[in-house]
């Protein structure tokens, strides 16, 4: 092919029709490219913004890991909730307390509660896979038989997991990641528990500003803020924390989507005491990053006690037998800490999915 001016000119020619021809073809490929994109966008952002995840809270004010409870029921967020208490709860310093038979967090271990769990685990295998379930089809199956006749020291209410290594107290190393994360995000969290807690009581008459909690104690006052509470998030208290929200969702380990999971600041008054008690599960790892910590104040799990510190986490299987005090003066001001559940180290990816599954809230 001899190659000259005219020819090129051809060639330019043939190409700028055939531009024009598939103008419209293209135009319609960019507006499909186009609403693709911002489908995309906007299921990014369901599956996170604060108001899109799930309602529907309970609580048991009695009861709970140090710094953690029950959950709120809040008729002002979305979900089962909204526009109405649940069955069996009464209004108490302007929350409403649980003593519902689904709460998870109020009810004892027993044939009715193992049967479910199974029933649950066989729908979790039929949709998905038995594979790697071993570990947690032998807990459940066996699960009224673990919990009775576990040692005092370590007696989780709801479900153990058998073959897990258990400690009271963990290195920071068994969830490094999520550990460095929530140390760096210490300035952040603290500033945003100042603001929640500084604000003025929510009504006449109460004593705490809006979005937080009293609990039950024999000497002193214990509170908490709950931004996710038994696996439902409190889209109220998230919206007042974007960068607590935040650090959540940079957690690889934190426990999102079943009833063992929370996150809170967690506030202990001078004098305050928090009784001896076991938390759900051994399945999780109860982490605190201290926020504000004055002298007098410490942390016994399974008798061993341990000190917080400001800006430093603690890291701990809140299924052993555990207390929480704060002997200091009033001068010194309240003990703050910023509480998060992540899985225990232990726990396989598969076994996490089907905890997931079979504790759903609401399930």
């Given amino acids: 092919m001899e190659w000259s001016l005219e020819r090129v000119r051809e060639l330019v020619a043939g190409g700028m029709q055939s531009m024009r021809e598939c103008e419209s073809s293209a135009l319609g490929t960019a507006f499909c490219l186009l609403l693709l994109f ?15 995840l799930r309602g529907g809270y309970s609580v048991d004010p009695g009861r709970g890991g140090v710094g953690g409870g029950g959950a709120l029921i809040s008729p002002e967020v979305g979900g089962r909730g909204k526009g109405r208490k649940a069955a069996g709860a009464e209004e108490q310093n302007g929350f ?9 967090r109020c009810i004892h271990a027993g044939e009715g509660l193992n049967q ?56 920071r190393e068994a969830q490094k990641h999520d550990v460095e994360l929530l140390e760096r995000s210490f300035p952040a969290l603290l500033a945003e528990f100042e603001s929640v807690y500084h604000h003025p009581p929510a009504r006449a008459g109460s004593s705490l500003p809006p979005g ?4 039950s104690t024999p000497h002193g006052q214990w ?7 038994q696996g439902a998030p409190l889209a109220l208290n ?19 989507n079943n009833v063992f999971g929370n996150a ?76 998060v559940d992540l899985w225990h180290p232990n726990v396989a990816a598969a076994e996490r999915q089907a905890l997931d599954y079979i504790f759903t809230p609401g399930r």
Wanted: one cysteine or more.
């Fill in 96 to 104: 409403a307390y649980c003593h519902s038979p689904e709460c998870f």
């Fill in 116 to 171: 479910r769990l199974y029933h649950s685990l066989q729908d979790y295998a039929k949709r998905y896979t038995w594979a790697g379930m071993g570990r947690v089809h032998k807990g459940v199956r066996d699960q009224g038989r673990y919990l009775s006749s576990r040692p005092s020291i370590q007696k989780p209410e709801v479900f153990f997991l058998p073959d897990l290594p258990s400690a009271p107290f963990f290195s």
């Fill in 223 to 229: 509170w908490t803020f709950y931004l996710v509470n």
């Fill in 38 to 52: 911002v489908w995309y966008c906007y299921r990014v952002g369901r599956e996170h913004s604060a108001p899109a």
């Fill in 264 to 339: 809170c600041f967690s506030v202990l008054s001078p004098g305050a005491l928090i009784s001896e008690h076991y938390g759900p599960t051994n399945v999780r790892l109860r982490c605190h990053l201290g926020l504000k910590v004055p002298s007098g104040c410490e942390l016994v799990v399974g008798g061993e006690p341990q000190c917080w510190s400001e800006g430093s986490c603690l890291l701990f299987d809140d299924s052993f037998l555990h207390t929480a005090f704060h002997e200091g003066s009033a001068e010194d001001g309240p003990r703050v800490v910023f509480m």
């Fill in 238 to 256: 998230a919206r007042r924390c974007p960068r607590a929200w935040r650090v959540l969702g940079q957690l690889r380990t934190f426990i999102a």
């Fill in 212 to 215: 937080w909690k009293a609990n």
